[in-house]
């Protein structure tokens, strides 16, 4: 990762941590310290915990922790019975009173998280979710020196309901952010794609979609009907924004080229801009080498217009 990169993560946990009040004694609108605070939470929100499994859980020392449940149980916030599974431990519970703050708590948390998410577009939550929740799973796997959780992603072919609205709406903002793309480019791309998708049942053309918890976050097609016979269409291949990088794109390539070599395909091309260098370099792992360019202004702008092109890896006779 480049070091301006590490400069600004470092910079952004700094001012989560202010943002979320953690430089100040009491934290979420309570008389309780950050760590007193999480403690009650953990506690809530499990039923119930030994004070070893919150020592886990908080990372922090025997001691500290043994000090912040005494007061607890003394100010009548915690009661300690013994564990039914040892009874050499205690099992913590929140009492009455500290359900009570826990809600105090909860309903300071979530109005913050609320007001924040506020002022962000509606699109863009589930990115804040998964880009957070994904960081402290890394952190998490970096003091484990383990590998990182990464949440599931499967590879579907075929149409679903929104396809061709979140993959062009994912084409439109990749574009109109690297290379200026507009109206015009975003309208050719809902257009294309619309004529594509009522000529699926085709037995040549497919589409695949990168989908996590059922959302869409990654796309691609092959059209075999639009180029000569033999030719397979690599087309609409686009990764969500903060997706890229994580082998989404690889799977979604693999599956598309793999359907190329069954079908048959002779060949399979693509076309793409000069200077997205990254796409270039996946391309170019799976096969591809560039074939012509050209400087063109279909989408809109003028841009440096690349067609690259894979041929087949199979024998396979082609159908006419």
């Keep these: ?14 001012r989560l941590v202010r943002e979320f009040g953690f430089m100040h004694p009491t934290l979420a609108g309570s008389d309780l310290s950050p760590s007193s605070v999480h403690a009650l939470v953990e506690i809530g929100n499990r039923g119930s915990m030994t004070a070893a499994e ?16 005494r007061k607890f149980i003394a100010a009548g916030q915690l009661c300690a019975d013994a564990s039914p599974r040892d009874g050499r431990s ?51 796997a970096y003091r484990r020196r383990s590998v990182a959780p990464v949440s599931a992603v499967s590879i579907n072919s075929g149409y679903r309901p929104g396809a061709i609205g979140r993959t062009v709406d994912m084409h439109a903002r990749y574009y109109s952010r690297t290379v200026g793309f507009g109206a015009f480019f975003e309208s050719k791309v809902a257009a294309g794609m619309a004529d594509f998708v009522s000529r699926l049942e085709h037995p040549r053309n497919e589409i695949w979609l990168a989908l996590e918890e059922g959302n869409v976050i990654g796309a691609i097609a092959i059209d075999g009907e639009d180029l000569a016979a033999g030719r397979a269409h690599l087309r609409w291949f686009i990764v969500d924004d903060g997706r890229r990088g994580g082998g989404v794109g690889k799977q979604l390539l693999a599956a598309a080229l793999a359907f190329c070599d069954e079908t048959g395909f002779a060949e399979t091309e693509l ?38 092109i894979r041929p087949g890896r199979n024998n396979a006779p082609n159908e006419p």
Aim: hydrophobic share 45%; net charge neutral.
């Design 54 to 69: 919150l020592c886990d859980v908080l990372l922090l020392e025997k001691s500290s922790v043994s000090r912040m449940l």
């Design 271 to 308: 076309w793409t801009f000069s200077g997205l260098d990254a796409a270039r370099r996946l391309y170019e792992a799976a096969g591809f080498v560039l074939d012509r360019e050209f400087t063109g202004s279909q989408w809109g702008k003028e841009m440096t217009e690349q067609c690259f």
């Design 90 to 140: 205690k099992t913590l519970a929140l009492t009455p009173k500290g359900r009570e703050t826990l809600a105090a708590i909860d309903a300071y948390a979530r109005a913050q998280v609320a007001g924040a998410l506020e002022k962000l577009p509606a699109d863009v939550h589930g990115k804040v979710l998964y880009g957070l929740s994904t960081y402290a799973g890394a952190l998490e």
């Design 1 to 14: 990762m480049p070091a301006t990169h590490l400069d600004a993560v470092r910079a952004a946990s700094r």
